[in-house]
């Protein structure tokens, strides 16, 4: 079992910044790849972008490269998204999910990941 919590979302104008954070606790985090979906209203959850258990791959949706970066640091148990110059179209709740099947490979498929947080919103304003 594996139990994610994220924090870290808000209101934010647009052109600033963000850091969600995730918190593991359960399984031995460093054993498995970790990553970041969105689900705006209205629309069906996608993926953000993804991290496998060193840190050394990574993975982003095309509309986010250059501006969210992920990152992990597993004597604390946590993932991290860092987001830059948001924009409105950020806006959307975020959750972060474990992939335990995995520890060196990164999936962009919802189903691959078994575990996932509550969700935390994250409101651009323009």
């Known amino acids: 079992q594996v139990q994610l919590v994220e924090s870290g979302g808000g209101l934010v104008q647009a052109g600033g910044s963000l850091r969600l954070s995730c918190a593991a606790s359960?399984?031995?985090?460093?054993?498995?790849?970790m990553g970041w979906f969105r689900q705006a209203p209205g629309k069906e959850r996608e993926f953000v972008g993804g991290?496998?258990?060193?840190?050394?791959?990574?993975y982003y949706t095309d509309s986010v490269k250059g501006r969210f970066t992920i990152s992990r640091d597993n004597a604390k148990n946590t993932v991290y998204l860092q987001m830059n110059s948001l924009k409105p179209e950020d806006t959307a709740v975020y959750y972060c999910?474990?992939?335990?099947?995995?520890?060196?490979?990164?999936?962009?498929?919802?189903?691959?990941?078994?575990?996932w947080g509550q969700g935390t919103q994250v409101t651009v304003s323009s």
């Open positions: 999910a474990a992939d335990t099947s995995t520890a060196v490979a990164v999936s962009l498929f919802e189903y691959e990941y078994d575990y």
């Open positions: 359960g399984r031995t985090f460093s054993r498995y790849a």
């Open positions: 991290i496998n258990w060193s840190g050394g791959r990574q």
